[in-house]
C-alpha cells in the first residue's frame, strides 16, 4: 500500500504561479495529476513516468503546467504558471504500478487526500 500526501494548494490570483507537491511512501511506476471542480467529473492533468523520459499533460493545462519528479524522495510536483479561474479545483495526486493509460483514471492504484486550489480573477 502507497501512501500519498499532497501539499502546496491554496489562493492565488489569475496569472500567478503555484506549486504543488505529492510525497509517496512507496516506489511507483508513474505519478499523476488529476483534478475536481465542484460539480464536474475528475480529469486528468499531468502524469510522469518513473524514469520522466514520458510525460502527459491535459491540452487545457499544456505550455503553463510542468510535472516532475523526484525518485530519490519519492516525491512528484507540479508547477502551475499562468494560472486561470477556471483551474480552480481539488488536485488530487495519484499513483501507478503500470505504464499504460496513464491520462484514465483507471489506471491509478493509490489516490491522495486532494488539495484545494483557488484562483481569482
Known amino acids: 500500500q502507497v501512501q500519498l500526501v499532497e501539499s502546496g494548494g491554496g489562493l492565488v490570483q489569475a496569472g500567478g504561479s503555484l506549486r504543488l507537491s505529492c510525497a509517496a511512501s512507496g516506489r511507483t511506476a508513474a505519478m499523476g495529476w488529476f483534478r475536481q471542480a465542484p460539480g464536474k467529473e475528475r480529469e486528468f492533468v499531468a502524469a510522469v513516468t518513473r524514469s520522466s523520459v514520458s510525460k502527459y499533460y491535459a491540452d487545457s493545462v499544456k505550455g503553463r503546467f510542468t510535472i516532475s519528479r523526484d525518485n530519490a524522495k519519492n516525491t512528484v510536483y507540479l508547477q502551475m504558471n499562468s494560472l486561470k479561474p477556471e483551474d480552480t479545483a481539488v488536485y488530487y495526486c495519484?499513483?501507478?504500478?503500470?505504464?499504460?493509460?496513464?491520462?484514465?483514471?483507471?489506471?491509478?492504484?493509490?489516490w491522495g487526500q486532494g488539495t484545494q486550489v483557488t484562483v481569482s480573477s
Open positions: 495519484a499513483a501507478s504500478n503500470d505504464l499504460q493509460r496513464l491520462t484514465q483514471k483507471g489506471a491509478y492504484d493509490y
